[in-house]
């Protein structure tokens, strides 16, 4: 199997493809910040948005929480209003309507 950025791939595909990254980080915290807002938003973005969504997966997990929380300072390239979306999702709303513990 080659390596492919999401350019290389069909819409569906391209969505199934940062779907799974995107739950499947590597640890558990990455998992639920990033597969959320990807939930959240995917389904709606285009090309360009899901350009800016491979930058961000090819980061750190503990980067890209500290992003999320409000902590540290982004690469320039991932600015904008798709991190500001990322950094004001409520994610313990998400998660928690998930497993059931949230109204």
Do not use: S
């Not at 999401?6 to 990254?21: I, K, P, Q, S, V």
């Not at 004001?88 to 928690?96: N, Q, R, T």
Request: negative net charge; hydrophobic residues 45%.
């Amino acid at each position: 199997m080659t390596d492919m950025d999401n350019t290389d791939l069909d819409g569906e595909a391209r969505t199934r493809r940062a779907h799974f990254r995107a739950w499947h980080r590597g640890t558990r915290e990455a998992d639920m910040m990033v597969g959320c807002f990807f939930d959240a938003y995917g389904a709606a973005w285009g090309d360009a948005e899901h350009a800016w969504f491979d930058l961000l997966l090819d980061e750190q997990d503990a980067d890209i929480m500290a992003w999320g929380m409000g902590r540290g300072e982004p690469p320039e390239q991932l600015k904008g209003p798709l991190l500001d979306a990322f950094m004001k999702l409520d994610y313990l709303k998400l998660v928690g309507r998930d497993v059931g513990f949230a109204n």
